[in-house]
């Protein structure tokens, strides 16, 4: 059974960082891309970031590219998004994300095969 666990949410400054986790289990690094979307209120679910060992692939989102970088733990089975420089804008929940065979190239949400639960972070001003 694949299951995909999200932690490392909360509250934070504009401004601020935060680090979540997503500990994968029951899926081989080597098959599958692991990532992560986000939802805000009253929005859609869009990709922020994907990593895909197979190939080396990684993808983050335009409206959070140098502020965001995805990285992996393979050991650990781990996917990691650092967050930096977090806006208001970036409130939200976040979720993890498991696709087989996806390289990243199409990070979308009717692609995806597993979904972990969410993770909220929310930045104030």
């Known amino acids: 059974e694949v299951q995909l666990q999200a932690s490392g949410g909360g509250l934070v400054q504009a401004g601020g960082s935060l680090r979540l986790s997503c500990l994968a289990s029951g899926l081989s690094f080597d098959n599958y891309a692991v990532g992560w979307f986000r939802q805000a209120p009253g929005k859609e679910r869009e990709g922020v970031a994907c990593?895909?060992?197979?190939?080396?692939?990684?993808y983050i989102a335009d409206s959070v590219k140098g502020r965001f970088t995805i990285s992996s733990d393979i050991a650990k089975t781990t996917v990691y998004l650092q967050m930096n420089a977090l806006e208001p804008e970036d409130t939200a929940v976040y979720f993890c994300?498991?696709?087989?065979?996806?390289?990243?190239?199409?990070?979308?949400?009717?692609?995806?095969?597993?979904w972990g639960k969410g993770t909220l972070v929310t930045v104030s001003s």
């Open positions: 994300a498991a696709n087989r065979n996806e390289l990243c190239g199409k990070w979308t949400v009717s692609r995806m095969d597993y």
């Open positions: 990593f895909a060992k197979r190939g080396g692939f990684t």
